[in-house]
């Protein structure tokens, strides 16, 4: 049984890091598309980063907000996906989804984990 399950959201200020997990089980991260959504206040889902399977010359690509902010990466001996909030700012600010697939096919779908950057 497929199952993602995200942790690590938080109420936080401005500044500073934070680091979202993604625990999966059921298949192995390393052998997959992952990818990392955000739906932020009365916006639209959007895809932040995504990592390809193991193997690739050039895994990971990200979503225009996240160039340069957020880090994705990936833990095969854990079994774990991590996106790094770099730098948080209020825009920051959603629900964070953690999925098995590309950014326009996804298999399956975490449940997703509250950042909210305040203040």
């Known amino acids: 049984q497929v199952q993602l399950v995200e942790s690590g959201g938080a109420l936080v200020q401005p500044g500073g890091s934070l680091r979202l997990s993604c625990a999966v089980s059921?298949?192995?991260?390393?052998?997959?598309?992952m990818t990392w959504f955000r739906q932020a206040p009365g916006k639209g889902l959007e895809w932040v980063a995504f990592?390809?399977?193991?193997?690739?010359?050039?895994?990971?690509f990200y979503g225009d907000s996240a160039k340069g902010r957020f880090t994705i990466a990936r833990d095969d001996a854990a079994n774990t996906l991590y996106l790094e909030l770099g730098s948080r700012k209020p825009e920051g600010t959603g629900l964070y989804y953690c999925?098995?697939?590309?950014?326009?096919?996804?298999?399956?779908w975490g449940r997703g984990t509250q950042v909210t950057v305040s203040s």
């Open positions: 999925a098995k697939g590309a950014p326009n096919v996804v298999d399956y």
């Open positions: 059921g298949f192995s991260s390393s052998t997959s598309w």
């Open positions: 990592i390809r399977e193991r193997g690739h010359f050039d895994p990971i």
